[in-house]
């Protein structure tokens, strides 16, 4: 029970929120008070700026690139030097952002990558010279908090606890919550360090129909026993289990699923879909070919070596958690980065 957090209070953010990762920047004139997330990942690089809203915030800056810091961590445990130059060039483009933006405080945080990496913390070192940023290496269990403040209003109402989860590039969160609370409150999480690139490394993609089921039927085995201790602690579910996904993996199966031509977070972002349908699209495109997956709008080259070990991970959050109707949502660790520095915390 490791990693049960029922009734902890959220210190972990606070005292993270203290460190490095959280920057006063000057407040000029008049303008607007303007917020930062930085959220660097094992896949990706993201970036919001904001300004408060009403009960939330307004979006007036953005920025999203796939780095690949994690690419070959697995079989390295060192972050490798095309990755750190990749993603040091995304960072530039973050720096210029926050200088140009009248940002009032900004925080900016890095996950599974830096925190398994053996030269993470060398790398946050050169991040912070090469570019002014102050990357704080958050934990897993502030990770998972922070994606259910950044996605939870768009659980679906109902009774009984619900899970969020947040599969990763490095890792996979998942959080049981109850929302009876008008902040939900944390009943139990879990971390695995299987992530679409992790997990896509470690196994390896299969050459033919024979050999791309057996990647997968191998992929969903890994999972799913890293899943068992959370699992078995799991309550009964009720009648209706609520499941809300955030994240590439379940954004890009909605995409595929509404037949999008180009990915529209308007009509993604707050989805409701049948499970049973994302299971057969999650079963389509682990029999195709990377060719074929890359071929796909809203997949493309990008994601199509990586989409199969997101697709392996939700069937098995599926298998443990049987709900009818997968809630998508387009937004999570920055927005709860957001949402804290505008101070709200999860209970």
């Known amino acids: 029970m490791g990693d049960q957090s029922a009734g902890m209070p959220d210190r972990a953010g606070d005292i993270a929120a203290r460190a490095a990762g959280k920057t006063t920047m000057r407040h000029r004139g008049r303008e607007p008070r303007h917020f930062a997330a930085l959220d660097l990942g094992t896949n990706n690089c993201r970036l919001l700026i904001a300004r408060p809203q009403g009960d939330g915030f307004a979006v007036i800056d953005a920025f999203s690139r796939i780095v690949r810091l994690g690419e070959g961590l697995a079989t390295t445990g060192r972050l490798s030097d095309a990755a750190i130059e990749r993603t040091i060039a995304a960072l530039r483009v973050c720096a210029d ?125 890994l999972v799913a026993e890293s899943f068992r201790p959370f699992a078995a602690r799991l309550p009964d579910p009720g009648e209706r289990p609520r499941l809300l996904g955030t994240s590439g993996t379940v954004t890009t199966l909605a995409s595929v699923h509404l037949g999008l031509e180009h990915y529209d977070r308007a009509v993604v972002d707050g989805l409701i879909a049948p499970a049973a349908a994302m299971r057969r699209i999650s079963s389509t495109l682990s029999t195709m070919s990377p060719a074929e997956r890359a071929a796909l709008p809203c997949i493309g080259t990008e994601r199509a070596d990586l989409v199969v070990a997101g697709c392996a991970i939700l069937e098995s959050i599926l298998d443990i958690w049987p709900a009818e109707r997968l809630g998508v949502a387009d937004r999570g660790i920055r927005e709860g980065i957001l949402r804290r520095l505008m101070g709200t915390r999860v209970q």
């Open 97 to 221: 952002k926050l200088k140009r933006r009248n940002v009032a405080l900004a925080r900016s945080v890095a996950t599974e990558a830096c925190r398994q990496a053996s030269n993470g913390e060398s790398f946050i070192e050169r991040v912070r010279a090469e570019t002014g940023i102050h990357l704080d290496i958050i934990s897993a269990e502030e990770e998972a908090r922070l994606a259910v403040l950044g996605c939870h209003v768009l659980i679906e109402p109902g009774n009984g606890p619900a899970i969020v989860f947040d599969i990763g590039g490095g890792s996979t969160e998942m959080v049981l919550i109850d929302t009876s609370t008008t902040i939900p409150t944390v009943l139990d999480w879990h971390s695995t360090p299987w992530g679409v690139v992790s997990l896509t490394e470690f196994v390896g993609g299969g050459d033919g129909a024979d050999g791309r089921a057996a990647s997968y039927a191998r992929m969903r085995g």
